[in-house]
C-alpha cells in the first residue's frame, strides 16, 4: 500500500518519535511509505527531517510547510501543495499525526478519493479542540492508543469500524540495540551495591510532582531503606524544581543527575536501572521513557495518570500508587525488599513490551484500520 505520513511538526517531541517508529514498521512490512514534515528553522537541532532520514524512511517532496499552528494563507498554500503531490503519486491512503496536518489532509484530500486516518495520541481524559473533533468525524478513522481514548471518540460519533486500538508504538529493537554494552550508571553515580538502583527520566518542571518524589526519597532515607535514585533529564526549573531541594534536604548521598543522556548512553543509563518511576506524564501522554524502561526490563512505580493505568499492570510489570510521598516510598521499600520479585516484574515488563509496543504488533492494528478505510474506494484497495 502506497502511504501519505505527514507530521505538522519540524522538531522531534511529544508524538513525532512513536508516528516515525510505526512509519517506519509500516516500511519494513512492505508499504510505500512517503513521510512528509514540518520544516524547519534553518540551523535548528532535533529536526524530524533527520530522525526520519536516520530510521530509513523517504521523504515526500510536497513542499508544505507543515507548521504545528494553524495559518490561513500558509495552510492555504500547503492543502494546494499537498493536492498536487497526490494528484501526482496517487497514494492509497493518508496516516496524518497532528491536528494541523489532520485537517490539511482532509482538504487536499477532498474529491479525489483517498481516505485519511488519524493517529490519535491522546489519553481519553483531555478534552479534544474543537478542529480534533470536526478532523476526526470528517476522516475515515483513528487508531487509538487507550481505551479511555477509543471511548472518548466513539462518544464523537466513530463508529467500531473507525476505531482500531493499539497499545503505543516503539521499536524496541533498535533500542535494545543501542543499550547493548557495558553499564556502568552504579559506577559513574557511586551508588552502593547493595542499593536498589531506581530511575527517573523527566523534564524537570513544575507540573512534573518533583517535590513528592524528594519527600519520598527522604522517608526511605530516614528509614535506612538501601535504594537510590538517578534523575535522568533536564528542565527549564531544573535548579529550583530539583538540584536546590536535594541540597537542602540533604539527600546528595542517595540522589545522582546525570543530565541530558542520548543515543547509546540514554539506553545503557535506562538498562542499569531496577526500577523506574514516573509521577505525572509530560509532552508526550504515551509516556515513551517508561515503555523504553518497561522494553529494557525494567519494572515501573507510576501513579494513576493518564495512560499510566494502562501501560503498567499492578503487581505484574510494576507497582501503581496514590501520590503521596509515603506511598510512594513504601513502594520502594518493598521493591527494595523484595529483589526477586522485582526482577520478576522487570522481566514481564520486557514480554508486555514485545507483545503489545513492539512496531510490527502496532503496525498490524494500523494495517487492519487502513483496510477498512480503502475497501470499496476504486483504485485505493491494498
Same mark, same amino acid.
Given at each position: 500500500m502506497k502511504l501519505l505520513w505527514t507530521i505538522s511538526n519540524w522538531k522531534r517531541t511529544g508524538p513525532l518519535e512513536p508516528s516515525l517508529d510505526l512509519a517506519a514498521a509500516m516500511g519494513n512490512g512492505g508499504h510505500e511509505v512517503h513521510v512528509a514534515v514540518g520544516?524547519?528553522?534553518?540551523?535548528?537541532?532535533?529536526?524530524? $527531517?533527520?530522525?526520519?532520514?536516520?530510521?530509513?524512511?523517504?521523504?515526500?517532496?510536497?513542499?508544505? *510547510?507543515?507548521?504545528?499552528?494553524? +495559518?490561513?494563507?500558509?495552510?492555504w498554500r500547503d492543502v494546494r501543495r499537498l493536492r498536487h503531490w497526490i494528484a501526482r503519486e496517487n497514494p492509497a491512503a493518508i496516516v496524518t499525526t497532528q491536528r494541523n496536518d489532520h485537517v490539511l489532509a482532509l482538504r487536499a484530500a477532498a474529491g479525489v478519493g483517498v481516505?485519511?486516518?488519524?493517529?490519535?495520541? !491522546? $489519553?481519553?481524559?483531555?478534552?479534544?479542540d474543537a478542529r480534533d473533533r470536526k478532523a476526526l468525524v470528517r476522516g475515515a478513522g483513528a487508531l487509538v492508543l487507550c481505551e479511555r481514548a477509543r471511548e472518548q471518540l466513539a462518544g464523537f460519533g466513530l463508529g467500531p469500524a473507525a476505531l482500531v486500538q493499539a497499545a503505543p508504538p516503539l521499536d524496541v529493537e533498535a533500542l535494545r540495540a543501542r543499550a547493548a554494552g557495558p553499564a556502568d550508571l552504579r559506577a559513574r553515580a557511586g551508588v552502593p551495591a547493595d542499593h536498589l538502583l531506581v530511575g527517573i527520566v523527566a523534564r524537570m518542571q513544575t507540573h512534573r510532582r518533583f517535590e513528592m518524589l524528594w519527600d519520598a526519597v527522604a522517608a526511605w532515607k530516614a528509614a535506612g531503606v538501601p535504594a537510590s535514585l538517578v +534523575?535522568?533529564?533536564?528542565? *527549564?526549573?531544573e535548579e529550583s524544581v530539583a538540584?536546590?531541594?536535594? =541540597?537542602?534536604?540533604?539527600? @546528595?548521598?542517595?540522589?545522582?543527575?546525570? @543530565?541530558?543522556? =542520548? !543515543?547509546?548512553?540514554?539506553?545503557r543509563a535506562v538498562a542499569s536501572l531496577e526500577a523506574q518511576i514516573?509521577?505525572?506524564?509530560?509532552?508526550?501522554? %504515551?509516556?515513551?521513557?517508561? =515503555?523504553?524502561?518497561?522494553?529494557? !526490563?525494567?519494572?515501573?512505580?507510576? *501513579?494513576?495518570?493518564?495512560?499510566?493505568?494502562?501501560?503498567? %499492570? $499492578? !503487581?505484574?510489570?510494576?507497582?501503581?500508587?496514590?501520590? *503521596?510521598?509515603?506511598?510512594?516510598a513504601a513502594a520502594v521499600t518493598r521493591m527494595a525488599s523484595e529483589r526477586e520479585q522485582t526482577r520478576a516484574m522487570g522481566v514481564e515488563a520486557r514480554a508486555r513490551a514485545d507483545a503489545a509496543f513492539a512496531t510490527p504488533v502496532v503496525a498490524r492494528s494500523l494495517e487492519r484500520l487502513l483496510e477498512g478505510a480503502t475497501r470499496g474506494v476504486p483504485g485505493r484497495t491494498a
Open positions: 520544516r524547519a528553522p534553518a540551523g535548528q537541532p532535533d529536526r524530524a $527531517d533527520v530522525a526520519a532520514e536516520a530510521r530509513g524512511l523517504r521523504l515526500a517532496a510536497t513542499g508544505a *510547510t507543515l507548521a504545528k499552528h494553524s +495559518a490561513p494563507l500558509r495552510n481516505p485519511v486516518v488519524r493517529l490519535w495520541f !491522546g $489519553d481519553g481524559l483531555s478534552e479534544p +534523575a535522568i533529564g533536564r528542565g *527549564t526549573h538540584r536546590e531541594p536535594v =541540597r537542602r534536604m540533604g539527600l @546528595g548521598d542517595v540522589v545522582h543527575f546525570t @543530565g541530558y543522556l =542520548r !543515543g547509546e548512553a540514554y539506553a514516573l509521577l505525572v506524564p509530560g509532552s508526550d501522554p %504515551t509516556c515513551r521513557a517508561l =515503555r523504553e524502561g518497561m522494553a529494557l !526490563g525494567v519494572p515501573s512505580l507510576a *501513579t494513576h495518570r493518564g495512560m499510566l493505568p494502562e501501560l503498567v %499492570t $499492578d !503487581g505484574v510489570t510494576g507497582i501503581l500508587v496514590d501520590e *503521596t510521598a509515603a506511598i510512594l
